[in-house]
């Protein structure tokens, strides 16, 4: 069967368990699905977040994300793997991305997913502004991001 793919940007939340039902229907070759959920924290540290604000470029995010979905398609025998981003207002608590990988075993889809989020946190042409009680201001990027994402560049 061919590799099912779906990249989404969206606004609107999503459901983990109806993605994970889109992915793996009628399918008989999916021995694992990993998932991967990342949430908007309430606190940074000591400090409250009221809640983040993601940007992207519309096009240009969808097809980087693409980018690496080939690869990693290339590097793991994946049977489908989706990649959810939310942009706009995000409270705490509420979702932010979704990362599901599929294969006919957990190692590859681990490794996949795995991939997939260091990319996504170091790389994806995302911004994202912080609010807090003392006012607001953009997150920069964290060299233990970077330093994830370089791993799977080594030989």
């Not at 999916?30 to 809640?51: K, P, Y």
């Amino acid at each position: 069967m061919a590799v099912t793919v779906t990249i989404r940007i969206q606004e609107a939340d999503f459901d983990i368990g109806r993605e994970i039902a889109a992915l793996t229907e009628g399918r008989i070759d999916i021995g694992a699905v990993v998932t991967f959920s990342g949430i908007c924290r309430g606190r940074e540290g000591d400090e409250a977040i009221a809640a983040l604000t993601l940007e992207h470029y519309p096009g240009m995010a969808e097809a980087e994300i693409a980018r690496h979905a080939e690869t990693a398609n290339s590097r793991w025998p994946l049977t489908g793997l989706t990649v959810i981003h939310r942009v706009g207002r995000i409270q705490p608590g509420e979702n932010i991305v979704l990362v599901l990988t599929a294969s006919a075993h957990r190692q590859a889809a681990f490794e996949a997913a795995e991939f997939l989020m260091d990319y996504l946190k170091a790389n994806a042409p995302f911004w994202k502004r912080e609010e807090k009680p003392t006012g607001t201001s953009w997150v920069d990027a964290h060299s233990h991001d970077d330093d994830a994402a370089a791993r799977w560049t080594r030989s």
